[in-house]
């Protein structure tokens, strides 16, 4: 009989080919069981995947739903305060040209004569956006004419110094002496007036209290940007800012949707964008007068 190795292989043989057979058995029923694992582990990542997509969905739709619920109170709320405020100020500016009659002819007093002027003016503008918040509760369409939006950021500037926001804030304004557009002066100056007073609510607790409006063109459109230094915004705020219902306070969150309703009925849109490590830079896009809307 042959000794060795040799010789024990050709004796059990048969032992060791059914042992080897059974070695491989073991192995392909391994790989078999991990790659049914693995499949079975990558359908479970993907179904949960999807169901949190889904959460996620439907917690949007949920927000939106709440969202436009309560755009629909406050449009409701607009619509009677408009009606019942309307009145009221017809009546102020009645009594302020009734004044100015009056004492028409008797000694002047200057004071008295420039106060007159200005409640009649700011009623009369009081009036006009009253108005306005009628006809979008009634969501009438709003004609366009050719305006110089220079002029236009000239007003709103007015219009902000005279809030309280404005108190210690420096307003730095570069804009070419004409630029024409496509507008409804007074939503945009709404518009304006509306970022200056964000703006500046976003730097009242910053050393740098400076805003800067800069209006410029680009192709065929209007550039106006209205920036600020106030805190740092995160991808997830600069995230919300691109929501339709989302505003830059706690308030009721209807500000930026009106600011960008204003932007879309001109033909235009708002962007946003951090100013370089502090504070938000706005712009809005307004097509050129000769651009059709």
Not at 32 to 54: P, Y
Not at 79 to 103: C, R, T, V, W
Not at 271 to 277: C, E, G, L, M, Y
Request: proline share 2%; charged share 30%.
């Amino acid at each position: 009989k042959e000794t060795g190795f040799i010789g024990f292989a050709k004796r059990y043989r048969h032992y060791l080919y059914g042992f080897a057979a059974l070695l491989i058995l073991i192995l392909l029923y391994t790989a078999s069981v991990r790659r049914i694992v693995s499949i079975r582990t990558r359908d479970l990542t993907i179904a949960l995947k999807e169901k949190d997509k889904a959460e996620k969905e439907a917690r949007e739709s949920r927000e939106n739903l709440f969202q436009l619920e309560k755009a629909g109170v406050v449009s409701e709320l607009s619509a009677m305060f408009a009606h019942e405020a309307h009145q009221p100020i017809a009546s102020l500016i009645n009594y302020a040209d009734g004044l100015k009659l009056y004492l028409k002819g008797k000694r002047e007093d200057p004071l008295v004569h420039e106060a007159l002027s200005e409640i009649s003016t700011q009623a009369d503008r009081l009036s006009k956006i009253i108005q306005r918040v009628r006809t979008y509760a009634k969501r009438q369409h709003h004609e366009v004419k050719q305006e110089n939006l220079s002029e236009i950021v000239d007003r709103a500037l007015v219009s902000f110094r005279r809030s309280s926001l404005s108190s210690g804030i420096d307003v730095e304004v570069k804009a070419p002496g004409k630029a024409d557009a496509l507008a409804d002066a007074l939503e945009l100056e709404l518009l304006i007036v509306n970022l200056l007073k964000n703006a500046a609510a976003a730097s009242k607790d910053s050393r740098e209290k400076l805003i800067s409006v800069q209006l410029s063109e680009e192709a065929n459109e209007w550039l106006l940007s209205v920036s600020d230094h106030g805190q740092v915004i995160s991808d997830k705020l600069l995230s919300r800012l691109s929501h339709p219902a989302k505003s830059f306070s706690d308030g009721l969150g209807l500000g930026l949707s009106i600011c960008r309703l204003i932007a879309e009925n001109h033909g235009g849109k708002l962007t946003f964008k951090p100013n370089n490590s502090k504070g938000l830079i706005v712009t809005l896009h307004l097509p050129k007068a000769n651009k059709e809307i």
